[in-house]
């Protein structure tokens, strides 16, 4: 399959102080959970971030090899090994002097030579006192004195990034707004330049490969937006970030027209005389302009310059040009009793007769959507309102009322359905 990625610009980007920055911008793929960086060492004799384990990549065609200190559960020690050192009792007043020969990590144990004779301790119980440095240790593991120098790459976790998404209604509106909060962990002051944020998210299912196929052909006439497995990149011009430190800056923000505001609920009927409550949610229709994240948005009412929070809403495809339809939360300007009156067997096949009681209890037009669930296959349906909105069948086993109630109204719908077994 064809590989995609989204590809937007940030728009807006927070600058920070650059005190005891690295001396070179750094260039990196920011990922959800670690990223991959590229820079150039030839200024420099250590790496800018902690390299993963094993993630080291020489960029250049010819280079030297590289040295690196193997992660350990006990690093300072693991620098100390073949250094004369002093351990300190946590507990007691004893001193050793000697040089560390061995580590063993299973045991929790350290040898010492102490002049010719070697003595094993517990690592827990002492403090490491260093005597000299080692020249070729350096606190940051990577690329040290005497050893490669050049363009390099490699994976950190040290940088990486969390989207926040936000939708906020106001009225007749809705803004959609997408912004990221990138991280430094590390002890550095770093400048990116020329980098992208990294958006992957989980493998789509299989059974879900043909529709998505789909619409990824629909969506291939938009010339800013290229999809492949929901991954998503931004470009980054230039940021600064100190040590330790969270930028939230904004990648996108689009406000459009709400195509459509409704209240539905969905029931599931039985076959005997019965009155159900129907509980009523707030659902929206917008049209997107631009490429905006998948995922779960938080969602907000603006009323007189403030937000008010509301639910979350899942949003798995945001594409451009994409019509999104999303649910609220509930809705409590909408009330009805759907009410089986007559059922001509309890046992299907079975001619049923229902009343449908609504109330919109705002000072605003509502319109409702009521989708009704049968156990039988529906072979027919009939309206005995005519004026009172639209009944149709919507699939085998289930009925769809559509219509609007003026401001306060109250109305009585009444309709037939004949069920086949």
Same mark, same amino acid.
Do not use: C
């Given at each position: &399959?064809?590989? =995609? $990625?989204?590809?937007?610009?940030?728009?807006?980007?927070?600058?920070?102080?650059?005190?005891?920055?690295?001396?070179?911008?750094?260039?990196?793929?920011?990922?959800?959970?670690? !990223?991959?960086? +590229?820079?150039?060492?030839?200024?420099?004799?250590?790496?800018?971030?902690?390299? #993963?384990?094993?993630?080291?990549? @020489?960029?250049? *065609?010819?280079?030297?090899?590289? #040295?690196?200190?193997? =992660?350990?559960?006990?690093?300072?020690? !693991?620098?100390?090994?073949?250094?004369?050192? =002093? $351990?300190?009792?946590?507990?007691?007043?004893?001193?050793?002097?000697? *040089?560390? +020969?061995?580590?063993?990590?299973?045991?929790? +144990?350290?040898?010492?030579?102490?002049?010719?004779?070697?003595?094993?301790?517990?690592?827990?119980?002492?403090?490491?006192?260093?005597?000299?440095?080692? @020249?070729?240790?350096?606190?940051? @593991?990577?690329?040290?004195?005497?050893?490669?120098?050049?363009?390099?790459?490699?994976?950190?976790?040290?940088?990486?990034?969390?989207?926040?998404?936000?939708?906020?209604?106001?009225?007749?509106?809705?803004?959609?707004?997408? &912004?990221?909060?990138?991280?430094?962990?590390?002890?550095?002051?770093?400048?990116?330049?020329?980098?992208?944020?990294?958006?992957?998210?989980?493998?789509?299912?299989?059974?879900? /490969?043909?529709?998505?196929?789909?619409?990824?052909?629909?969506?291939?006439?938009?010339?800013? $937006?290229?999809?492949?497995?929901?991954?998503?990149?931004?470009?980054?011009?230039?940021?600064?970030? @100190?040590?330790?430190?969270?930028?939230?800056?904004?990648? !996108? *923000?689009?406000?459009?027209?709400?195509?459509?505001?409704?209240?539905?609920?969905?029931?599931?009927?039985?076959?005997?005389?019965?009155? /159900?409550?129907?509980?009523?949610?707030?659902?929206?229709?917008?049209?997107?302009?631009?490429?905006?994240?998948?995922?779960?948005?938080?969602?907000?009412?603006?009323?007189?310059?403030?937000? #008010?929070?509301?639910?979350?809403?899942?949003?798995?495809?945001?594409?451009? *040009? =994409?019509?999104?339809? #999303?649910?609220?939360?509930?809705?409590?300007?909408? +009330?009805?009793?759907?009410?089986?009156?007559?059922?001509? !067997?309890?046992?299907?096949?079975?001619?049923?007769?229902?009343?449908?009681?609504?109330?919109?209890?705002?000072?605003?037009?509502?319109?409702?959507?009521?989708?009704?669930?049968?156990?039988?296959?529906?072979?027919?349906?009939?309206?005995?309102?005519?004026?009172?909105?639209?009944?149709?069948?919507?699939?085998?086993?289930?009925?769809?009322?559509?219509?609007?109630?003026?401001?306060?109204?109250?109305?009585?719908?009444?309709?037939?359905?004949?069920?086949?077994?």
């Amino acid at each position: &399959m064809k590989k =995609q $990625v989204i590809v937007l610009g940030i728009t807006s980007l927070l600058t920070l102080g650059t005190t005891n920055a690295i001396s070179e911008p750094l260039r990196a793929v920011i990922g959800l959970n670690n !990223s991959q960086v +590229t820079e150039n060492t030839r200024t420099s004799s250590d790496l800018s971030l902690n390299p #993963i384990s094993g993630s080291l990549l @020489p960029l250049d *065609k010819n280079f030297h090899p590289l #040295i690196q200190s193997i =992660q350990s559960n006990f690093p300072n020690w !693991s620098k100390a090994l073949g250094q004369t050192v =002093q $351990v300190d009792s946590k507990q007691r007043d004893l001193s050793y002097s000697g *040089k560390l +020969t061995k580590i063993n990590a299973s045991h929790l +144990t350290f040898t010492l030579d102490i002049d010719g004779h070697k003595t094993q301790l517990p690592i827990n119980d002492f403090y490491l006192i260093p005597q000299q440095k080692n @020249p070729s240790d350096s606190s940051t @593991p990577g690329a040290k004195k005497d050893s490669y120098r050049g363009k390099i790459s490699y994976q950190s976790n040290q940088l990486s990034w969390s989207p926040k998404r936000v939708l906020i209604i106001n009225k007749d509106h809705i803004s959609i707004i997408n &912004m990221a909060n990138i991280e430094n962990r590390s002890t550095n002051t770093i400048t990116l330049k020329n980098s992208l944020l990294h958006y992957a998210h989980s493998k789509t299912p299989l059974f879900k /490969t043909e529709r998505n196929t789909t619409l990824m052909m629909n969506a291939s006439t938009d010339r800013h $937006v290229d999809y492949s497995d929901s991954e998503i990149t931004y470009p980054i011009k230039e940021i600064t970030l @100190p040590p330790n430190t969270h930028l939230l800056t904004q990648i !996108s *923000k689009e406000t459009v027209s709400i195509d459509k505001s409704i209240s539905e609920a969905t029931v599931y009927s039985a076959s005997v005389a019965d009155t /159900t409550e129907l509980q009523f949610q707030n659902s929206l229709t917008f049209t997107l302009k631009q490429a905006s994240l998948p995922g779960s948005y938080q969602t907000y009412w603006q009323r007189d310059g403030l937000l #008010i929070p509301s639910d979350s809403v899942s949003i798995p495809l945001a594409r451009a *040009k =994409q019509t999104l339809h #999303i649910t609220t939360n509930n809705n409590l300007d909408m +009330t009805g009793q759907l009410t089986l009156v007559h059922a001509s !067997s309890r046992k299907l096949p079975a001619t049923q007769k229902w009343k449908l009681t609504l109330k919109n209890h705002s000072n605003e037009p509502r319109s409702f959507l009521l989708t009704q669930h049968t156990r039988g296959v529906i072979n027919s349906v009939e309206d005995e309102s005519p004026s009172a909105g639209e009944i149709k069948k919507h699939s085998a086993n289930s009925v769809q009322l559509t219509g609007t109630l003026t401001a306060n109204e109250s109305k009585t719908i009444f309709y037939t359905v004949k069920i086949n077994e």
